[in-house]
């Protein structure tokens, strides 16, 4: 069993910049992040394999958010520049125990490991 741990988020300005860090106690093929408002569906924000290093955002975030990974510590981070008031949300990070292919990577039946959350604020 992986437990993975967030940490970062908190209330910021819009165009201001936030970090968002996951730790993973074990291996995971996959790891990435999701974002969840109240009353909305999940929504798949950024994704990063293990192997071969290739990684996925969705649109809304492209060019402002950036995935990266430290695999000696099993950690995957989310930098977030440029944020705007609709970035607001609780933040999850997931992960796969096994690999699968990308055509899948934004679907959160996927992922069977899951972070506690962190809120992220942008006010205007």
């Known amino acids: 069993q992986v437990q993975l741990v967030e940490s970062g988020g908190g209330s910021v300005q819009a165009r201001e910049s936030l970090r968002l860090s996951c730790a993973a106690s074990?291996?995971?093929?996959?790891m990435g992040w999701f974002r969840q408002v109240p009353g909305k569906e999940r929504e798949g924000v950024a994704f990063a394999y293990t192997h071969g290093g290739l990684t996925f955002y969705a649109d809304s975030v492209k060019g402002r958010f950036t995935i990266s990974r430290d695999s000696a510590k099993n950690t995957v981070y989310l930098q977030m520049n440029s944020l705007k008031p609709e970035d607001t949300a609780m933040y999850y990070c997931a992960a796969a125990s096994v690999w699968f292919p990308s055509h899948s990577i934004f679907s959160d039946t996927r992922y069977n490991y899951w972070g506690q959350g962190a809120q992220v604020t942008v006010s205007s």
């Open positions: 074990g291996y995971t093929a996959i």
